[in-house]
Nanobody, 124 residues
């Protein structure tokens, strides 16, 4: 089982950038599909991005394509979300999640392990 801790959230002006990190404990991090999800105030949690165990396999929500980049460093047991050109509608609590599978999916119910979340606030 892997445990996850997010960091890197904060307050940024529209057009700015932030990089979120998700540190994982456990020896089998490299075999997990990892994902980022977010929940805005008054809304349900939604998929943002996911990355497979191999670096070339990624998927993004249409709303963040071209602005966000997901990556992982298996040697450091860490996943990242580089967020550029941030918009006020990106304001949310961002969660990282892990799935003990090689099959990449955007469905949050398929992810078994979740972090506690980190707040991202984008001011206009």
């Amino acid at each position: 089982q892997v445990q996850l801790v997010e960091s890197g959230g904060g307050l940024v002006q529209a057009g700015g950038s932030l990089r979120l990190s998700c540190a994982a404990s456990g020896r089998t991090f490299s075999s997990y599909v990892m994902g980022w999800f977010r929940q805005a105030p008054g809304k349900g949690r939604e998929f943002v991005a996911a990355i497979g165990w191999s670096f070339g396999h990624t998927r993004y929500a249409d709303s963040v394509k071209g602005r966000f980049t997901i990556s992982r460093d298996n040697a450091k047991n860490t996943m990242y979300l580089q967020m550029n050109s941030l918009k006020p509608e990106d304001t949310a609590v961002y969660y990282c999640a892990a799935r003990a599978s090689v099959v990449l999916t955007t469905a949050q119910e398929e992810y078994s392990t979740w972090g506690q979340g980190t707040q991202v606030t984008v001011s206009s």
